[in-house]
């Protein structure tokens, strides 16, 4: 095909992004002004501090630390793993998903940490900046005679659509796909117009490097796409089908094989990812009112709307849509009447992609197909940005050329959507109407710009040019405008009040203290105070930690949050009944003495040291440190990253246990994933009393036999009579909720006289929330205590149903505890050395000795992976599963060196594989050159 081109003269395209440039800055002051006026920063208090801030200010170490490692070390072996991240992961596939294959965050290398959160906030603005240039990127090769005004009208519509004004600045990466998706579009483009897959092979790259949940969103929707483009284009012209599909298929391959060092490693991660296929239900249609907001979130701002659905812009894209609509409508008419069809089939297909959108945004099936069935949500409409944005550019001229009959059809249609307005109950919401009148400012000026129309016959007459100049620029201004108007809405105080949660008055000080200044300095000092290394191995645990604030520091912990996480950790929590957030995002091990100890912590933190919060403390863990408000405790029963069973336990008779047996048998024996004979058997002494209680209402609350029906606030006392010197549990076994909220939280206080000593939640969610985790067994510590606890007191948050198969009050006496736990402490591995980065504080490579009495196993506290390799005096030995979560080795009896080796699984396979994809692609197009030169010559 010929090729139009779109500036006749270089000039004139610096010219045009040079205005979109200076346009930009000043819609980010207008924009945002309310977070420049009351000096907010972009930086919001929940996801943006507790991971992604973070996250990037990790990368840039890690990257130097890779830089330290190749050049001062000497060594190509890439540190990947952190025990800074929970209990130890893999850095490489856990924050690919916030920061890894961003090529945005790579100049942060540079950046040092207490400015990383500059670098954070410019590149969160830069973000958009960029998509407003590839959407126009893609139009100007779709529409090469398209307004320049209407293209920069559709690139900020596009780049300030409500998914970045919320999604893009709470999440700063999900603005990445709104870069990246017009890229893949344009390339298949090129395949089907053009027979060139080159382009769309780098696409798939790029996007395919820079995060794997939107790449498999941008997928799905260029399939959807491509099917629309090529049925229309080619109909049942099956051949061309083959051929296309082929190109399409052999070009995706090609790219997705070039982004393999980036995605092989999340794609072997992620089976083990416990948010996949948790169980979550959903109805067939939503609610009511997501459909009442779903119209005004087309064209206003709607702050935290369900289930993340943001597809809004300004009231302008309503011109737009309506004007689409008459154009189809006219189309289908000249097909029925035979007439002459001049433009072709384009606005039918246009207006079919944008149906299939609002097909999708409205079945919840669609929000769980494209987020990959973990759970129902509409992170994917950025795609209806790039749908809505290119409408706008191409039913531009036809909105400054209109008739009488289609003036008539738009204030039809214009009354008409006001009625929907009215129906659906969204006239009480300022910023909505706000955006309503916007679009009726926009028709007058079309409505009278058409009347020029009809009224000037000469289309050459130069009033009419001045008209219709103006006219469109009025446009592009009403559509900034409503950008402008979005942002009131959304972040000033008097309104959304968006800016409250952000931070205030960040400076690099204040952030340094921010991301640095938390318990793990108090850890740190503790350690040293106790004349230990603090870059040796040592676990803690905690009240009120900061999120994933153990990472930048390389200090294990029992806390962590990040998106993909190894789900060995959470099936052991929910074995063993632990009550936390949720099976991606944890904090502690419910002050249980035992589980912290056989988990490897050392150290508990607290952030207030006061008499209350003393009270959570586990048993045996003594005061050691204090650092401004928080306090350090130490544990008198420490065990090391290793340490020597035995004695197995039968892994059907530990299925067959309790929550409480099964916490009490790990202090007797080892429970492998494959049961081993050659071991004796464990002889297991518990020590754990159900104790007898009686149950009582108050308040709204009905109790029958396993089953209770509550009001908000109504509460169930079961008093009883505790033992001295034990932690006190309350076992819910099943807990199932039918309730109107997906988060029916219940608060529990513990007694003991007339004094409440403890309160704890259930952090319990239905199957509708999506966070979900499949967690019904609850074993909740209502912790240690000399004096003996007498009831305990369940108040509900939330109307619902709450039925269980058994409820037990346990008390926990800790003298076997510590019998048992001096016997494990005997042969423990020793010597360990982690080999930790002295700028990133990874590590690929663990050794230690240990000395074995008899044939034994040494349980590892290292969450089971794949990726690590055991020697054993040299020689290679398999790692096995033990106690649900972490490794094991045999081991003969004797003194042992131990070294553990961790290489990502598909790190270097996808190396070679995105080699080899670059190959491919530098074939593909040589071939395809050649094919257009021969073609040329014939």
Sequence with gaps: MEKKKVFDRPYKAAVFYGVYSILFAGMIYGVFYYFFANNVSFINSADAFRQHIKALAYYAKWMRGVLYHLVKEHSLSIQTFSFGMGYGTDIYPTLQYYAIGDILNL????????????????????????????????????????????????????????????????????????????????????????????????????????????????????????????????????????????????????????????????????????????????????????????????????????????????????????????????????????????????????????????????????????????YVINRWTFAFALCAAFMIVDVWDDLFNIKWLQMASMAVLALAFYLLVRFTHNRGYENAMAELRLMYVGLAVVLVMGLINCLVRDREHLMLKISRGTAQVLILALSLTGI??????????????????????????????????????????????????????????????????????????????????????????????????????????????????????????????????????????IHLHDRYNFAIFENMNPLSLGYAYYNVIPKSDYEAMTAAERQEALLYGIVLDEDDKTYPEAEISYSSQSVPFEISAEGNVTIEDGKWTAKAGSSIHITFKGLQNCETYLWLDELYVDSPSDYPLMNIQAVSGENVVTTKQIYYKTEKNQFYSDWHDYLLNMCYAEQPKDEMVITFTEDGTYTFDDLKIICQPLVNYENQIRILSQDMLENVELYKNPISYATNKVTGTINMQDNGIMCLTIPYSKGWTAYVDGKKTELTKANTMFMALKLPAGSHEITLKYHTPGLLAGFILSILGLALLIGLMRAEKGKKAGENNA
């Design 107 to 374: 100049p942060a290398v540079f950046v040092p940490n207490e400015y990383i959160y500059v670098y954070f906030q410019v590149v969160m603005m830069l973000r958009p900046f960029i998509a407003g240039i590839t959407f126009s990127a893609l139009c100007f090769y779709l529409r090469p005679r398209a307004s320049k005004i209407g293209v920069m009208t559709g690139m900020f519509t596009y780049s300030f659509c409500t998914f970045f004004l919320f999604l893009g600045i709470w999440h700063p990466y999900f603005a990445n796909p709104l870069i990246y998706l017009p890229l893949v579009i344009l390339g298949a483009e090129k395949i089907i117009r053009e027979n060139k897959s080159g382009f769309f092979a780098f696409a798939i790259f790029l996007a395919g490097s820079n995060n794997f949940f939107f790449f498999y969103m941008i997928v799905l929707l260029t399939v959807v796409y491509v099917i629309v483009r090529v049925a229309f284009t080619y109909g049942g012209q099956l051949k061309k089908w083959g051929e296309l599909i082929l190109k399409f298929f052999g070009a995706g391959i090609i790219g997705s094989l070039m982004a393999m060092v980036i995605l092989l490693p999340v794609i072997c991660a992620f089976p083990a990812n416990p948010r996949s296929n948790s169980g979550i239900t959903f109805s067939l249609f939503y609610n009511k009112e997501y459909y009442e907001q779903l119209v005004r979130n087309l064209y206003s701002f709607v702050y935290h709307g369900f289930y993340d659905t943001q597809i809004g812009f300004h009231g302008i894209i309503l011109l737009a849509v309506f004007m689409l609509v008459i154009r189809v409508i006219t189309l289908l008419v000249k097909k029925a009447s035979g007439k002459e069809n001049t433009e072709g089939n384009a606005p039918l297909q246009l207006f079919v992609c944008f149906l299939l959108l609002i097909l999708f945004v409205c079945l919840p099936a669609a929000g769980y197909a494209l987020t990959a069935f973990a």
């Design 484 to 621: 402008v108007i979005n942002g009131y809405y959304g972040y000033s105080p008097e309104q959304g009040n968006m800016i409250q949660e952000y931070f205030n008055e960040v400076t690099p000080d204040s952030m340094h203290i921010l991301l640095e200044s938390t318990e793990v300095q108090a850890v740190k000092e503790a350690v040293e105070v106790n004349g230990r290394d603090p870059n040796g191995f040592y676990r803690y645990s905690g009240r009120d930690l900061v999120w994933n604030s153990s990472l930048i520091e390389g200090v294990s912990s029992t806390q962590f949050y990040w998106s993909l996480a190894n789900g060995v950790v959470s099936d052991y929590f929910k074995e063993m009944g632990n009550n936390d957030q949720q099976n991606f995002a944890y904090y502690a091990l419910d002050d249980r003495a035992i589980l912290n100890t056989l988990a490897g912590v050392r150290y508990y933190s607290l952030r207030f040291n006061t008499d209350e919060e003393i009270r959570f403390v586990p048993y045996r863990f």
